[in-house]
Structure formats: structure tokens, C-alpha cells
């Protein structure tokens, strides 16, 4: 029976990867199922966040995002950091302050590369640590590049604080995505942890696809709101330069 799940789950993948978004009955007629069976692959799948549903009327099914990264193979981490390197250094030396590099894996955002200010008092934060969406810089900066139904399936759980001053309201969060969106930059102060702060900008590859995210932190006595907005310029360029880099692989 797990066996025959697999393979129903793999054939439902090939089909929506093959013909785009398509709707339940539709599906269910495609691979010989009953539409109870299909939809329940549908929602293990949405967990996971390998598929998504458009809002009504289509409530079409679709692929997420994270399929491309499977596609990329297994060494994209290695590869994004590569590709980031160069630039993270020059942001690094312009600012002097640490610099964030983070990727979506498995619906996470995980911090894959950091580069360390020369000041003794510094943003540090290790290699590995999952990156909340809704608390950080660059998390927010990553929802600003995802589309609107993929943004209201990530904030569909309870957004845990960090911070007093960690944004828990949803519609909060969506009018901040907004406001990243039109900058082209986010901003966070102490959002993520106290007495630190960032501005982050997202990663964009092939298509459209969001790669991860990229930012500057430090304390917030240094890095003021002003500071921030000094540095945005750097950090958005910084991005813009990754996501080219990569895009020509």
C-alpha cells in the first residue's frame, strides 16, 4: 500500500510538472483515482509545500517552487555560496557589518554563509540556524519574492514571537511583504533578536524562482534606521549581481 502511494503521489507530480496547474477532477481523471484519493495526495504534498491551490474560483493545483530546487541537484547550497561569495565580500567591506546569506531548504529558511564584522560587539548568528519568515530581514525579504497564494500557505500557522517586537499578525506581515516589495528592500529591528538589526533583500534565479536572501546586520546602536537605508542600495545591488551570477549557470 506505501508503495502504491509513492507511485501515485510521483504520477500526480509528473502530471502537474507536464501540464501546469490543473484541478481536481482533472487530476483524478489523469492518473485513475478517485477524487478522495487525489486530494488526499493534494494536501500531503501542500504540507510538505511541494504543491500549492489557487485561490477560488480555480482552486487549481500547482508545483511549488522547491521542485526547481531538486532539479538543480543536491549541491545548490554549495553552489549558492560560491556564486555569493564575491559579492558578500564586497558588502562586507562597504558596510562593516556581518553579512547573511540564507536558502530555502525543505520550507525553511537555513543561514548557509555568514561573514563576520571586524567589530568586537557583532550580529552572530551560526551556520545551520533556521531562519523564521516572519522575523527576519531576510525572511521577509524572500516573501517578497514568492507569489501571493504561496506567501498565505507559509503564514498559515501560528507566527511564534521571537521578540516583543516580532511581527505575529498575518496581515501584518503581508502589509510589511507589500511595502518590501515596492523598495525593493526590508528592514527589521530587533525582530529577530534584541538590539539587532538588518536590512535584507531577496535572491531571485531563472523564471522568477526565489533563491534565498541576503542581508546586513548588526547592532542596532550602529545600525540605525538611517544606516539601514545608507546600506539598502548595497545590499539590493549585492543581490541583483548573486542572482545573475547564478542565473547564467
Known amino acids: 500500500m506505501a508503495t502504491h502511494s509513492v507511485s501515485a503521489a510521483l504520477g500526480l507530480v509528473e502530471d502537474l510538472a507536464a501540464a501546469g496547474p490543473l484541478g481536481l477532477s482533472e487530476l483524478a ?10 486530494l488526499r495526495l493534494l494536501r500531503t504534498l501542500q504540507e510538505g509545500g511541494w504543491a500549492t491551490q489557487a485561490p477560488a474560483p480555480s482552486l487549481a493545483w500547482s508545483l511549488t517552487p522547491h521542485f526547481a530546487w ?3 541537484g543536491v549541491s545548490v547550497d554549495t553552489t549558492l555560496r560560491e556564486m555569493a561569495l564575491e559579492s558578500m565580500n564586497r558588502l562586507q567591506l562597504q558596510t562593516k557589518e556581518t553579512v547573511h546569506l540564507v536558502a530555502q531548504e525543505a520550507g525553511h529558511l537555513v543561514l548557509i554563509e555568514r561573514l563576520d564584522s571586524p567589530h568586537e560587539l557583532r550580529a552572530f548568528f551560526p551556520l545551520g540556524t533556521v531562519i523564521p519568515y516572519h522575523a527576519a530581514a531576510t525572511g521577509l525579504a524572500f516573501l517578497s519574492a514568492l507569489p501571493d497564494e504561496e506567501i498565505d500557505n507559509i503564514l498559515e500557522g501560528s507566527l511564534a514571537p521571537r521578540t516583543p517586537q516580532t511581527l505575529t499578525d498575518r496581515h501584518a506581515v503581508l502589509d510589511r511583504v507589500r511595502q518590501v516589495r515596492k523598495e525593493g528592500f526590508s528592514l527589521n529591528s530587533s525582530g529577530l533578536f534584541e538590539g ?3 536590512v535584507g533583500a531577496p535572491l531571485v534565479g531563472s ?3 526565489p533563491l534565498g536572501a541576503l542581508s546586513v546586520s548588526g547592532p542596532s546602536s550602529r545600525m540605525t534606521r538611517e544606516r ?14 548573486i542572482g545573475r551570477r547564478v542565473q547564467r549557470l
Open 29 to 38: 481523471r489523469r492518473l485513475d483515482m478517485s477524487k478522495a484519493t487525489a
Open 228 to 241: 539601514c537605508l545608507e546600506f539598502a542600495p548595497l545590499v539590493v545591488d549585492a543581490a541583483k549581481e
Open 196 to 198: 539587532i538589526s538588518s
Open 207 to 209: 523564471e522568477g524562482i
Open 70 to 72: 531538486l532539479g538543480r
